[in-house]
């Protein structure tokens, strides 16, 4: 019966290359995939709409309240009605 030699020139590059193989297969543990798990759509806020976005709908919300608020004042003040002062002094 022969023995073979191990060759060692082999066997380092084929312990490397499992190394690696294992290394590339288990991932990675930096905190960017944990970053990535818990807020996977970081560029939206809401289902649909990005920050830009609910910031111009809640300014668009802003100026209509404001303007409804006073086209009430001007209903619930009259100042939309002519003045019904006369021009006539009216005596004491």
């Given amino acids: 019966m022969t023995r073979r030699r191990l060759n060692v020139r082999m066997i380092v590059p084929g312990v490397a290359l499992a190394l690696a193989g294992a290394g590339l297969s288990g991932g990675c ?16 806020r809401t289902l649909d709409k990005r ?10 919300m802003r100026n ?3 303007r409804m ?9 009259y100042y939309d009605r002519p003045s019904r002062l006369t021009r006539e002094p009216v005596p004491r």
């Fill in 64 to 66: 209509e309240n404001y």
């Fill in 29 to 44: 543990a930096s905190s960017r995939g944990a970053e990535i798990r818990a807020n996977p759509t970081p560029e939206l």
């Fill in 51 to 60: 920050p830009v976005d609910t910031a111009n709908s809640f300014a668009l």
């Fill in 69 to 77: 608020m006073r086209q009430d004042m001007a209903r619930a003040f």
